[in-house]
């Protein structure tokens, strides 16, 4: 998706081969104008897969997920890492390990939101080494639900969870493969 793209290369900063901040529009900023775009591209990828629900993991993925929802027309889960004392009737959990940060987590999804006739698009800000993803797909799974795949905005193609999900037998669409990254280095597949 060029117009995301060259945001990320005007306004994305690469702080050494791994690490990638983009605040300004996704992460600690959003910019709603681009992450419609974003929304609408995602929508015309999947248009044929039969969406009836897009999920997310929270916190960066509901801006994209959110639109992505709204073009397709569908409702928008929301996947949850830290559980409230209110939400503890009707859930399906799985352990999330996250090699960014070194620790696990429990990712939580409310059973009400989600049933066995429904086709599910999940959107993630990032995509690393997949475990978010394989930890949202386990829990759609759970549910009975069918998994039509995965939209990612970034992808750092170089690292493994990529080719780890399609290998899994998981669609994956990314609409910013980042290819290579250095000090003020970024390059697209
Ligand atoms: P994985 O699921 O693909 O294995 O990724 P991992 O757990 O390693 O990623 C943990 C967190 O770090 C995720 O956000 C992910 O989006 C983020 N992340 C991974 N690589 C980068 C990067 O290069 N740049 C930025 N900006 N983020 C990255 P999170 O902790 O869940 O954050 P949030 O969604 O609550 O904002």
Redo the contacts with the bound molecule.
């Keep these: 998706m060029e117009l995301l793209k060259q945001r990320i290369l005007k306004d994305g900063r690469a702080l050494d081969e ?6 300004s529009f996704l ?1 600690n900023q959003v910019d709603p104008a681009l992450m419609r775009a974003v929304g609408e591209e995602f929508a015309a990828r999947f248009k044929d897969a039969g969406v009836t629900r897009v999920a997310t ?5 509901i801006a994209p997920a959110v639109m992505t929802a709204e073009a397709l027309g569908v409702p928008m889960v929301i996947m949850k ?1 830290s559980l409230s004392s209110i939400l503890k009737d009707d859930i399906l959990q799985t352990e ?1 390990f ?4 070194n620790k696990s987590y429990t990712l939580t999804l409310k059973k009400t939101y989600m049933h066995p006739e429904d086709r599910v698009l999940v959107i ?10 394989f930890g949202a797909f386990r829990l759609v799974e759970a549910a009975g639900a069918t998994p039509v795949g995965l939209g990612t905005v970034i992808a ?1 193609v170089f ?1 493994p ?1 990529i080719d780890k999900l399609r290998e899994a037998g998981y669609r994956v669409e990314a609409l910013a493969p980042v290819s290579r990254m250095g000090e003020n280095i970024i390059e697209f597949e």
């Design positions: 791994h690490v990638l901040l983009v605040d992460n993991i929270e916190t960066s993925g890492k999330v996250s090699f960014t940060k993630d800000d990032f995509l690393a080494n997949g475990e978010a993803a750092k690292q969870g």
